[in-house]
């Protein structure tokens, strides 16, 4: 990340290590702000206004990272090691993730909202099954979109670089 900025020579062993102190760090920062969002949302009774700061730096976070690493063209060589080594290919986990993240929110804000709302068992199963069935239509799609395209289109970005970079070398490699 040199954001135009000259970079002096560095120890591979200790940019290793920062880089590894890094990772930790994002994912401490992550684990973090899961739990603060988990906390505003069941024990303080805050609404989506007040986990907005958390949102954003998982969106902006993980916005960032696809779209750098689908530019230096590493996202594509990522999911073919991810593919070998796992019996699941990360665009079936991707799509299997959305589904089961709408099919679990969806099913959350049904009992939240009939248990809430609800007067009477029979209004309050009409309320779930409504506010389930409104939910799995919108979440699983928009889910879906989040998930799986931005996905396909850094795959796609990924593929056109490392091509590139391919053909440049082969252009070297003749003259």
Known sequence: ???????????????????KIYREMY????????LSVLYKQFLVEGGIQHVWTEIII?????????????????FSDEVEMHDRSSKVSFSK?????????????????????????????????????SILLGCLMIYIP?????????????????DKINEQELEEMDDEDVR
């Open 27 to 34: 994912i401490l920062i992550v684990v973090i702000c899961a």
């Open 93 to 129: 986990r991707n799509f299997l993730i959305s589904l089961l993240l709408g099919v679990g929110f969806s099913l959350f804000l049904a009992v939240r909202n009939s248990l809430k709302y609800g007067e009477g068992a029979e209004e309050t199963f009409y309320f779930f099954l």
């Open 1 to 19: 990340m040199g954001f135009g900025f000259k970079g002096k020579q560095k120890d591979e062993r200790l940019t290793t290590l920062q880089n």
């Open 142 to 158: 928009v889910l879906f979109v989040i998930m799986v395209v931005p996905y396909a289109v850094a795959k796609y970005k990924s």
């Open 58 to 74: 998982f969106s902006v976070s993980s916005g960032y990272y696809l779209i750098r690493s689908a530019m230096l063209g590493i």
